[in-house]
């Protein structure tokens, strides 16, 4: 039996997802690794086989009637990311396999002339490691430098130590809305209005907050925001980057090869416009098609709703949670999303991960691609339960007796 929420229909909504009604080593599935991966609807599934099924076929350049059939799916796909982040143009997204590809193309693209020696760039200390390499690979190329936004034990930015960091050297700033280890929400519009104050451009890795709140990319004043496909109950393999048209436009290309290029000769090669530049070679088209439909998807529930349930279940799981004895919160953040990292006094996170596991429950351990986040508290990794709109409050009760019996055989 499963509560439902005066705003979702839970059990109804429960049935659109197969893979949940399955048994993990003999016990129902629990799944709890959403910001790791989310689930597939049905109607995603079903669009992916249709796809196949009835349009299969390179787009852009075919002027047979399947091609033109995939492309116009392809490019109403790129409409709906457009709608869905409310950017005012559709070429301002540009698809990409996730939001790593996403910052690598930033990062890389800025290192074709744009950032200097001496320039700043700042991430914050709540990154994941995917916004924080290529910055170093940046630095490496330009002589530029790393400069790390400093956070609390809360797991919260420390705003005043980002604004004596903002200079006339700082040219960009990277960070997350919301941090993957610790759901910290970061109160990004306020910072992104500090870093253009200084005249840095600003990108937002919305990864973690794409699924679970709205997203005005106009009203942040975003230069660049991206997410991935697979954290919105879409494909792998796909995601998108918003960038604002002059900026996109000012950027050198990423890749090199076809679909980006106008002329080529073996001189030299003039180069596609906007989107096309930064999407070299054959998409992941399939994906690319389906994003649309894991949008439509999380449209018909409401973004409101989804955003006011999950806030409901964290709310629930935090203070059930809080009662269990040896129980460590790591990141308690005042503005947090569906994510509890936690440990339980004394004991290794990965041995208690296994033992959930075997009572069919699925969280992360370790340090979720966020080892500095680790290091600041000086643990070897946490254990997240990430929820989704699809998870109830007997899954967190399921959770907490599974706790109850690791603790009870680890100790
Ligand atoms: N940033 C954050 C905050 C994330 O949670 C993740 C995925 N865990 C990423 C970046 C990387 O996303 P992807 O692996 O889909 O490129």
Same mark, same amino acid.
């Given at each position: 039996?499963?509560?439902?929420?005066?705003?979702?229909?839970?059990?109804?909504?429960?049935?659109?997802?197969?893979?949940?009604?399955?048994?993990?080593?003999?016990?129902?599935?629990?799944?709890?690794?959403?910001?790791?991966?989310?689930?597939?609807?049905?109607?995603?599934?079903?669009?992916?086989?249709?796809?196949?099924?009835?349009?299969?076929?390179?787009?852009?350049? =075919?002027?047979? /009637?399947?091609?033109?059939?995939?492309?116009?799916?392809? #490019? @109403?796909?790129? %409409?709906?990311? !457009?709608?869905? +982040?409310?950017?005012?143009?559709?070429?301002?997204?540009?698809?990409?396999?996730?939001?790593?590809?996403?910052?690598?193309?930033?990062?890389?693209?800025?290192?074709?002339?744009?950032?200097?020696?001496?320039?700043?760039?700042?991430?914050?200390?709540?990154?994941?490691?995917?916004?924080?390499?290529?910055?170093?690979?940046?630095?490496?190329?330009? =002589?530029?430098? /790393?400069?790390?936004?400093?956070?609390?034990?809360?797991? #919260? @930015?420390?705003? %005043?130590?980002? !604004?004596?960091? +903002?200079?006339?050297?700082?040219?960009?700033?990277?960070?997350?809305?919301?941090?993957?280890?610790?759901?910290?929400?970061?109160?990004?519009?306020?910072?992104?209005?500090?870093?253009?104050?200084?005249?840095?451009?600003?990108?937002?890795?919305?990864?973690?907050?794409?699924?679970?709140?709205?997203?005005?990319?106009?009203?942040?004043?975003?230069?660049?925001?991206?997410?991935?496909?697979?954290?919105?109950?879409?494909?792998?393999?796909?995601?998108?980057?918003?960038?604002?048209?002059? +900026?996109?436009?000012?950027?050198?290309?990423?890749?090199?090869?076809?679909?980006?290029?106008?002329?080529?000769?073996?001189?030299?090669?003039?180069?596609?416009?906007?989107?096309?530049?930064?999407?070299?070679?054959?998409?992941?088209?399939?994906?690319?098609?389906?994003?649309?439909?894991?949008?439509?998807?999380?449209?018909?529930?409401?973004?409101?709703?989804?955003?006011?349930?999950?806030?409901?279940?964290?709310?629930?799981?935090?203070?059930?949670?809080?009662?269990?004895?040896?129980?460590?919160?790591?990141?308690?953040?005042?503005?947090?999303?569906?994510?509890?990292?936690?440990?339980?006094?004394?004991?290794?996170?990965?041995?208690?991960?296994?033992?959930?596991?075997?009572?069919?429950?699925?969280?992360?351990?370790?340090?979720?691609?966020?080892?500095?986040?680790?290091?600041?508290?000086?643990?070897?990794?946490?254990?997240?339960?990430?929820?989704?709109?699809?998870?109830?409050?007997?899954?967190?009760?399921?959770?907490?007796?599974?706790?109850?019996?690791?603790?009870?055989?680890?100790?």
């Amino acid at each position: 039996m499963v509560s439902d929420n005066a705003l979702l229909h839970i059990e109804k909504i429960r049935e659109d997802f197969p893979i949940l009604h399955q048994k993990i080593n003999g016990q129902p599935l629990v799944y709890l690794d959403n910001a790791a991966s989310t689930q597939k609807p049905r109607l995603v599934l079903d669009a992916i086989t249709d796809y196949y099924q009835t349009i299969n076929s390179n787009i852009h350049r =075919g002027v047979h /009637l399947l091609s033109q059939k995939a492309t116009d799916a392809y #490019e @109403l796909s790129r %409409e709906k990311v !457009r709608a869905h +982040l409310n950017a005012e143009k559709a070429h301002e997204i540009i698809f990409t396999r996730g939001v790593t590809e996403s910052i690598n193309l930033v990062a890389s693209s800025l290192g074709k002339g744009l950032i200097k020696k001496g320039d700043e760039i700042l991430i914050s200390a709540l990154e994941h490691h995917s916004n924080i390499v290529p910055w170093q690979f940046l630095c490496a190329q330009s =002589g530029a430098i /790393l400069k790390v936004i400093p956070m609390n034990e809360k797991g #919260e @930015l420390l705003l %005043e130590a980002y !604004r004596s960091l +903002l200079s006339d050297k700082t040219k960009f700033v990277a960070i997350n809305h919301v941090s993957n280890a610790l759901g910290t929400v970061n109160p990004v519009k306020e910072m992104i209005a500090q870093a253009h104050d200084v005249g840095a451009w600003v990108l937002i890795d919305g990864a973690q907050s794409v699924p679970h709140m709205p997203v005005d990319v106009q009203a942040l004043d975003a230069d660049f925001y991206t997410f991935s496909a697979h954290k919105i109950y879409g494909p792998t393999g796909i995601g998108a980057l918003y960038g604002k048209e002059h +900026l996109l436009e000012l950027l050198p290309p990423y890749q090199g090869g076809g679909e980006m290029i106008s002329t080529v000769t073996f001189e030299e090669s003039t180069y596609a416009g906007l989107p096309h530049k930064f999407e070299a070679g054959t998409p992941n088209i399939e994906a690319g098609v389906v994003l649309g439909t894991a949008i439509d998807y999380v449209h018909a529930l409401g973004l409101e709703n989804i955003a006011a349930y999950e806030q409901e279940l964290l709310r629930y799981a935090h203070q059930k949670m809080s009662a269990f004895e040896g129980m460590e919160f790591y990141g308690t953040a005042q503005h947090k999303a569906s994510v509890i990292s936690f440990n339980l006094k004394g004991i290794h996170p990965y041995d208690v991960g296994v033992i959930l596991d075997k009572l069919g429950i699925a969280v992360r351990t370790g340090h979720h691609c966020a080892q500095p986040i680790m290091d600041f508290y000086n643990i070897p990794g946490t254990i997240r339960a990430s929820f989704a709109f699809y998870n109830t409050k007997e899954e967190v009760e399921i959770l907490l007796k599974g706790l109850a019996k690791a603790r009870a055989m680890l100790s």
